[in-house]
């Protein structure tokens, strides 16, 4: 018999056959094309594909026998191709299932199968959605708090959260930061974080800036009565992290801020500590480089299974709009949605915010969200009391349900009315789908009897 073209053990499978309690599946969309070419054999791709992220190499050699193909092998488990007209083009959603076995509890391994050398076969291809296998995701234990955690931590219920990002991003010191906070913590700001790009530099320390932070929130405390969180950057080499987050909660710190480029497995080391007994706010900024080839949903759901509490969120509304609407939406959702044994964490819609958006931001994320804003409170035009009321105020309109315009008319939310007076407002577009024209639409009628 001639050799066969594809082996069965990578494509004589579907999603409905695979045992998926112990195999990983990763979705992906591919987009390839041999201009010039009449006759493109996409399933050629796809093989070498799937063995380079399991068990083999572009030559097959004599140990990769059958019984080692069968138990550790990909295999393509999807293919859904998406027409082109064009014969030298193929476009498709693929979907392949990895076995666990290979690296049963081991997130860097994880990762070298499902977006590892799979990119460097198709120039266009974008993993958008991994799927945990149910005797995989066992051996992960997510957030520590997530969602339910930190409103009894904040003591907040029901409405979203604001939070303070400390701006300038370096070269503040620990006093300057802790005056900061204090300003803040004084108009009921929920929460505040160091810039991520915050480190141990020449006139801050984090132990310095801790310090000082705790004693300007207790004093504000004894004003309001109420402790905002202060999440503490400690990114840092993995030898030092471990040591600075000890060392953080050790002098009382309340929450901690890692960036994703420290590493998943770092991240999950530190969520996975009992003596670390503090949220995990986890920053993607360094998720910004992979972006066009592993959507940020791909990113959420890994950071929530390593332990992240809470993690900055793409929106369309924002000064950079990475990513679509619906991918900006969807990553929250993944946030949020019933994933096992894991808590749900919190979505940070982000960037360049304001409090004229809050409606929006209500409106597409719900209430389980954190709102962070650095510019858009600590700009405001008569400080950053006034800025965190503004915010406040500006949760409470969307949260009742109110026009934010209105709600700021009012005499005691003139921080409001002042923060739209800077920086206004939008109204969401609409899209007609269902109906030929928005003259269409159904609209209420005031009828005199």
Same mark, same amino acid.
């Given at each position: =018999?001639?050799?066969?073209?594809?082996?069965?053990?990578?494509?004589?499978?579907?999603?409905? *056959?695979?045992?998926?309690?112990?195999?990983?599946?990763?979705?992906?969309?591919?987009?390839?094309?041999?201009?010039?070419?009449?006759?493109?054999?996409?399933?050629?791709?796809?093989?070498?594909?799937?063995?380079?992220?399991?068990?083999?190499?572009?030559?097959?050699?004599?140990?990769?026998?059958?019984?080692?193909?069968?138990?550790?092998?990909?295999? =393509?488990?999807? /293919?859904?191709?998406? $027409?082109?007209?064009?014969?030298?083009?193929?476009?498709?959603?693929?979907?392949?299932?990895?076995?666990?076995?290979?690296?049963?509890?081991?997130?860097?391994?994880?990762?070298?199968?499902?977006?590892?050398?799979?990119? @460097?076969?198709?120039?266009?291809?974008?993993?958008?959605?991994?799927?945990?296998?149910?005797?995989?995701?066992?051996?992960?234990?997510?957030?520590?708090?997530?969602?339910?955690?930190?409103?009894?931590?904040?003591?907040?219920?029901?409405?979203?959260?604001?939070?303070?990002?400390?701006?300038?991003?370096?070269? =503040?010191?620990?006093?300057?930061?802790?005056?900061?906070?204090?300003?803040?913590?004084?108009?009921?700001?929920?929460?505040?974080?160091?810039?991520? =790009?915050?480190?141990?530099? /020449?006139?801050?320390?984090?132990?310095?800036?801790?310090?000082?932070?705790?004693?300007?929130?207790?004093? @504000?405390?004894?004003?309001?009565?109420?402790?905002?969180?202060?999440?503490?950057?400690?990114?840092?080499?993995?030898? +030092?992290?471990?040591?600075?987050?000890?060392?953080?909660?050790?002098?009382?710190?309340?929450?901690?801020?890692?960036?994703?480029?420290?590493?998943?497995?770092?991240? +999950?080391?530190?969520?996975?500590?009992?003596?670390?007994?503090?949220?995990?706010?986890?920053?993607?900024?360094?998720?910004? @480089?992979?972006?066009?080839?592993?959507?940020? $949903?791909?990113?959420?759901?890994?950071?929530?299974?390593?332990?992240g509490d809470l993690m900055l969120t793409p929106t369309y509304w924002s000064s950079i709009p990475m990513?679509?609407?619906?991918?900006?939406?969807?990553?929250?959702?993944?946030?949020?949605?019933?994933?096992?044994?894991?808590?749900?964490?919190?979505?940070? $819609?982000?960037? *360049?915010?304001?409090?004229?958006?809050?409606?929006?931001?209500?409106?597409?994320?719900?209430?389980?969200?954190?709102?962070?804003?650095?510019?858009?409170?600590?700009?405001?035009?008569?400080?950053?009391?006034?800025?965190?009321k503004a915010w406040q105020q500006a949760i409470a309109a969307a949260m009742?349900?109110?026009?934010?315009?209105?709600?700021?008319?009012?005499?005691?939310? +003139?921080?409001?009315?002042?923060?739209?007076?800077?920086?206004?407002?939008?109204?969401?577009?609409?899209?007609?789908?269902?109906?030929?024209?928005?003259?269409?639409?159904?609209?209420?009628?005031?009828?005199?009897?």
């Amino acid at each position: =018999m001639n050799k066969r073209y594809y082996d069965p053990e990578i494509f004589t499978h579907t999603l409905d *056959g695979i045992d998926r309690d112990n195999h990983i599946v990763a979705t992906y969309f591919m987009d390839d094309e041999l201009p010039g070419e009449d006759f493109v054999d996409h399933f050629a791709l796809i093989q070498s594909m799937t063995v380079e992220g399991s068990t083999g190499t572009w030559e097959k050699v004599s140990e990769e026998d059958a019984d080692v193909r069968r138990k550790l092998s990909g295999k =393509m488990v999807g /293919y859904y191709e998406i $027409p082109t007209n064009c014969p030298s083009r193929r476009a498709a959603v693929v979907q392949l299932a990895f076995p666990i076995d290979a690296w049963i509890d081991n997130v860097p391994m994880m990762l070298l199968s499902i977006a590892g050398n799979c990119f @460097a076969f198709s120039p266009k291809l974008r993993l958008v959605d991994v799927f945990i296998p149910r005797n995989l995701l066992a051996n992960f234990k997510g957030p520590k708090f997530g969602v339910p955690g930190i409103r009894k931590l904040a003591n907040v219920p029901e409405r979203p959260l604001s939070l303070h990002i400390i701006k300038p991003k370096m070269g =503040m010191t620990p006093q300057q930061v802790a005056d900061q906070c204090y300003q803040t913590a004084l108009g009921g700001a929920d929460a505040m974080k160091d810039d991520e =790009m915050t480190s141990d530099v /020449y006139n801050s320390k984090f132990e310095d800036r801790l310090k000082a932070v705790l004693e300007a929130l207790s004093k @504000a405390e004894a004003k309001t009565g109420k402790r905002p969180i202060y999440f503490l950057s400690i990114t840092d080499e993995p030898r +030092r992290i471990f040591d600075k987050a000890a060392r953080a909660v050790e002098l009382g710190a309340r929450g901690l801020l890692v960036c994703y480029s420290a590493g998943l497995a770092a991240i +999950r080391q530190l969520a996975e500590d009992p003596s670390i007994d503090v949220p995990i706010l986890v920053h993607g900024s360094h998720m910004i @480089a992979a972006q066009p080839r592993i959507a940020w $949903p791909v990113f959420a759901k890994l950071a929530r299974i390593c332990g992240g509490d809470l993690m900055l969120t793409p929106t369309y509304w924002s000064s950079i709009p990475m990513v679509s609407l619906e991918e900006g939406i969807r990553t929250a959702q993944v946030k949020l949605a019933p994933l096992g044994h894991i808590k749900p964490m919190w979505p940070m $819609p982000c960037a *360049g915010v304001y409090p004229g958006l809050a409606p929006i931001l209500v409106g597409e994320y719900g209430p389980d969200i954190v709102i962070p804003s650095g510019g858009g409170m600590l700009g405001h035009p008569d400080g950053y009391t006034a800025g965190a009321k503004a915010w406040q105020q500006a949760i409470a309109a969307a949260m009742c349900g109110q026009d934010i315009v209105e709600f700021a008319k009012k005499a005691e939310n +003139r921080e409001l009315r002042r923060a739209l007076e800077k920086w206004g407002t939008i109204e969401r577009p609409r899209t007609p789908w269902l109906r030929v024209s928005p003259r269409f639409h159904p609209k209420p009628m005031r009828i005199e009897v």
